[in-house]
């Protein structure tokens, strides 16, 4: 599975950007998906993923009411729609995918690094 992001770059406080993720091959089947993101000098950190299947989202704490995850299957594309952004949103955005063997993690783990095995080589968001 590759995974291939795209829409990063640098934007003023305030403003808007729309990141997609493109997978090789179909991971959506009854699984999710997440978006990652780590700043120079701090950990990864998940920001926001959806099931696949119900497309139910969830967000971190720190985006909650600004980032906005979609997908559209027949795709194979996720999307993060990240509005007001702050310079704390500042970051390499990767996009994350589960092997198939794996099952679906409960919401309180879903946006933990550990329960995936794929990810893409990241784009770049840049807020200043």
């Known amino acids: 599975v590759q995974l291939v992001e795209s829409g990063g770059g640098s934007v003023q406080p305030g403003g808007s950007l729309r990141l997609s993720c493109v997978a090789s091959s179909d991971v959506f089947i009854n699984s999710c998906m997440t978006w990652f993101r780590q700043a120079p000098g701090k950990e990864r950190e998940g920001v926001a993923a959806?099931?696949?299947?119900?497309?139910?989202?969830y967000y971190a704490d720190s985006v909650k009411g600004r980032f906005s995850m979609s997908q559209d299957r027949a795709k194979n594309t996720v999307y993060l729609q990240m509005e007001n952004l702050e310079s704390g949103d500042t970051a390499l955005y990767y996009c994350?995918?589960?092997?198939?063997?794996?099952?679906?993690?409960?919401?309180?783990?879903?946006?933990?690094?550990?329960?995936?095995?794929?990810w893409g080589q990241g784009t770049q968001v840049t807020v200043s």
């Open positions: 959806i099931y696949t299947g119900p497309g139910n989202t």
């Open positions: 994350a995918a589960q092997a198939a063997f794996r099952a679906i993690p409960p919401k309180t783990d879903i946006l933990d690094a550990l329960e995936y095995d794929y």
